[in-house]
């Protein structure tokens, strides 16, 4: 009823990277409640973060003023009280908390200075934030948070397609008639994608899961393969080695648009589903039933998340999902594709405005002397570093070893989101100045020198972009609370303390220079996307709207082909022993969102789940004499933490699942920090873990 608000405002979903849109409705300065609109993505539907998750906005811990730390505030430390922060801040004025901010990076300077933008903030704060670096400090030590996401997933996609972002949008599915998803919880991480993976089992397509967990798409699926954790190679390979033996690709295709193929056809000769069935944990039966199904389809799409990318095999993994998707013909058709399923809201953006230290935006290496001096030339600056900065983990270890004593952290929380946790906590404490720009006192905030009291999603213009390359627009509902600014406008004053003479307007002004060095975002423009809400990249006219499925005739790699990358089985690093003898994954539950700093302080979903908890079979709770409900201790190689434990029969005997939202039982005190070698993403999907009663 349009008497319960004052205003409606359309902008997007904060939370995944679904980009639903949505309608807020504000009344008294407040946003009162949110609907869904017809989005590309979303059609009007929403998942209970995006209708629910809202008063985050309005809680009473958000930062209004620039804070300073105390000349005696404690040693720093995981210690403040978010709603009692006085012993260890002050309040200051922007201008003195701007001038403190730019003179502690500009003393320590080049290479000492590192950057961790965010893929919750928009395309346009997070292009000016490698901006920042790159001009402001002459090198590339910049990074957010792809490392901990898809890194591994865009590095075998740009290796083998060419391209990192998705060949098709995962409404394709809808002309699917088949799909696999593997190692993605949809119906927890992306909801709202999930209600079209349900509407297409309905209409019969077969979906085939897999997955480590038996989770809760298990019930719509074909097939349900819950193969062992971290195995994932030798079950694809096997699948394919079926594809090879029996003859079922599609030669014409191979022929017409890929590379190596006759060495990937050698390689799987090795993995028999025979032999293959002892390391995956799946029937040979079923591994052969797989293969024909997906083999018979007339078109197919593979979906995979974070149990795909978080191993130190991940790009192998990817690779795997590549490869079976080329020698089946299964890409750049309507309902054909591959769909790495992104998480936040605007990863896909934040990577495509150039948030990484290998790429400038759209993936340019820095690297290349002509990409590096086309970018100079409009910022009109100085050459900065040709090499490749460092990654998060990285840097958390340059810190350590006093390479990098002062760091600016935009919208992130690796004092929550870092493997081996304990290890990024102590390197925040060593820095001898942190920038800290967000709307929180988060668990990385209580380490800042310096606070920057930023804008909450609803209360800023910017675009994003979502899993499906769309790009969307983002309006303010409501101003942001005391003197808190838009995160835009914090970081352009900054640049102009460190001396680089930025001028922009607002963020309109930062989308046209983008567009002068990004050929992804031809024929889409601030004004286009003021009318229109989204256009999916690539455009190819100012009329069209965006290709939802792209490589319909050729790849952009050399003579336009694809490869195929053979993938060996690589062991996890932490492989469970007598003194840790199960395994641990991780990752999200649906009423919260990462490090929890959001929905915890969201009403409606904060008592949804207040608790901290793990999930383990009823038979190992049986054997360690614990009642669901009862605490149990954890303890990795790192680090241990006590939990509320849930029965469920999702999780095998052998494993524990652990969401990463709650800071009072942090799942990264017990994380494994070592990386997968391509894409440097750590492998949060397994460590070795003992479990006891606590
Ligand atoms: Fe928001 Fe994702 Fe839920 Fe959509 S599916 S409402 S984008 S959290």
């Known amino acids: 009823d349009s008497a319960d608000f004052d205003k409606e405002v359309e902008s997007i979903c904060p939370f995944c990277g679904v980009g639903c849109q949505v309608s807020l409705k504000v009344k008294d300065g407040k946003v009162k409640y949110v609907d869904g609109i017809n989005g590309p993505a979303n059609e009007g539907r929403l998942c209970v973060k995006g209708r629910f998750g809202f008063d985050y906005i309005h809680h009473e811990h ?55 933008g965010s893929a919750k903030c928009t395309n346009e704060e997070a292009y000016l934030f490698q901006k920042l670096i790159r001009q402001g400090f002459g090198h590339n030590n910049v990074d957010h948070c792809t490392r901990l996401c898809h890194a591994s997933s865009v590095a075998a996609l740009m290796e083998n397609v060419g391209s990192g972002a998705v060949t098709a949008t ?99 000769r090795d993995f028999t589903p025979e032999a293959m069935a002892e390391v995956c944990g799946i029937e040979a039966e079923t591994l052969r039933d797989v293969a024909r199904t997906f083999a018979g389809a007339n078109a197919a799409m593979i979906f995979w998340g974070m149990g795909v990318s978080q191993h130190i095999h991940g790009t192998d993994n990817s690779r795997c999902l590549i490869s079976l998707a080329l020698m089946t013909g299964q890409v750049g058709r309507p309902g054909a594709g591959l769909h790495p399923l992104r998480g936040q809201n605007n990863v896909q953006g934040a990577s495509d405005a150039g948030l990484i230290p290998m790429f400038l935006p759209d993936y340019q290496s820095v690297m290349n002397d002509g990409v590096r001096s086309a970018f100079t030339e409009v910022w009109g600056s100085e050459d900065f570093s040709n090499q490749k900065g460092l990654t998060v983990t990285e840097i958390m270890d340059a810190v350590h070893d006093g390479d990098i004593r002062g760091m600016y952290v935009l919208g992130e929380n690796p004092a929550m989101s870092d493997p081996d946790v304990e290890h990024a906590r102590d390197a925040l404490a060593k820095l001898d100045h942190l920038v800290v720009q967000d709307i929180f006192i988060t668990e990385t905030a209580n380490f800042a020198d310096v606070i920057l009291p930023a ?14 390359r769309q790009v969307q627009m983002g309006r303010p509902a409501v101003p942001p609370p005391g003197e808190a600014k838009e995160d835009w406008w914090i970081e352009v004053e900054l640049a102009k303390r460190l001396g680089l003479g930025w001028d922009y307007a607002g963020p309109a002004d930062v989308f046209a220079e983008m567009k002068l060095n990004m050929n992804s975002l031809n024929n889409i423009t601030w004004e286009r996307l003021e009318r229109e809400n989204a256009v999916t990249y690539p455009s190819l006219s100012p009329e069209d709207p965006g290709q939802a499925i792209v490589f319909a005739d050729g790849f952009p790699r050399p003579d336009g ?14 492989v469970p022993d007598q003194e840790y003898p199960m395994i641990l994954t991780t990752g999200r539950q649906l009423e919260h969102w990462h490090t929890g700093s959001m929905t915890r302080r969201a009403t409606v979903l904060d008592g949804l789940e207040p608790e901290a908890n793990c999930s383990l079979h009823p038979l ?46 942090a799942a990264n005190i017990l994380t494994n920090p070592a990386v997968d070698p391509y894409g440097k993403i750590p492998e949060f999907k397994f460590s070795a873990v003992r479990v006891e009663a606590a």
């Not at 241990?640 to 709650?662: G, K």
């Open 62 to 116: 958000r930062l209004t003023k620039p804070l300073i730390r105390r000349d005696d505030a404690p040693a720093k430390g995981l210690n403040v009280d978010p709603g009692n922060w006085q012993t260890h801040f002050r309040e200051a004025e922007w201008d003195e908390a701007l001038d403190f901010a730019a003179k502690g990076l500009k003393d320590i300077g080049g290479t000492g200075v590192a950057g961790f």
């Open 170 to 268: 995962f409404n394709q599915i809808e002309n699917a008639d088949v799909a696999i998803a593997i190692g993605c919880n949809p119906i927890e991480n992306h909801p709202v994608a999930a209600t079209y993976f349900k509407q297409f089992t309905k209409r019969g397509g077969k979906l085939i899961v897999m997955d480590p967990r038996g989770q809760a798409l298990k019930r719509f699926s074909s097939h349900m393969l819950q193969f062992r954790p971290g195995t994932d190679v030798s079950m694809l390979n096997a699948i394919m080695n079926v594809i090879v033996e029996e003859e079922l690709y599609d030669q014409q295709y191979i022929e017409a648009y890929t590379e190596n193929w006759e060495a990937e056809k050698e390689h799987l």
């Open 455 to 468: 804008s909450a999603f609803a209360e800023k213009s910017g675009t994003v972009t979502n899993t499906n």
């Open 561 to 574: 082909r694809a490869r195929f990358t053979p993938a060996s089985i690589i062991a996890p690093d932490d």
């Open 620 to 665: 190992t709770l049986r054997k360690l004499g614990v009642a669901p409900g009862e605490h149990v201790r954890l303890t990795t190689k790192r680090g241990s933490i006590e939990i509320m434990a849930r029965e469920d029969r999702a999780v095998s005997p052998d494993m524990v699942f652990l969401p990463f939202a709650y800071v009072e039982a």
